[in-house]
């Protein structure tokens, strides 16, 4: 039946090598070290209001006076903070 099939044979094999490099690529040994240590060194707010106890405000207000690392803008919405600068001002912190 002509029409019945969204690719041609070659295309459907096109397709299927496609996929298949791409998955290659992606379960890598070097692209999952990149993501491990991209995971492991970057840091939501989130994560970063939990680590140090203070809310997004202070947080906000700290980086202002120049007293907080700033993040790092990945995209127009998503801000990032690196974790060796986090654990850094969490150790410099007097001790009560």
């Not at 491990?36 to 202070?58: D, F, G, K, P, Y």
Request: charged letters at 25%; one cysteine or more.
């Amino acid at each position: 039946m002509p029409g019945r099939f969204l690719f041609s044979q070659a295309g459907h094999q096109l397709m299927k090598t496609r996929l298949r490099e791409r998955s290659r690529i992606l379960h890598s040994p070097d692209q999952q070290r990149f993501r491990r240590t991209t995971m492991n060194n970057l840091l939501t707010i989130q994560q970063v209001c939990e680590a140090t106890s203070l809310s997004r405000t202070t947080i906000w207000r700290l980086q202002q006076r120049g007293d907080f690392p700033k993040g790092i803008r990945l995209s127009s919405s998503r801000v990032a903070y690196p974790t060796p600068e986090i654990r850094e001002w969490i150790a410099s912190r007097p001790r009560s």
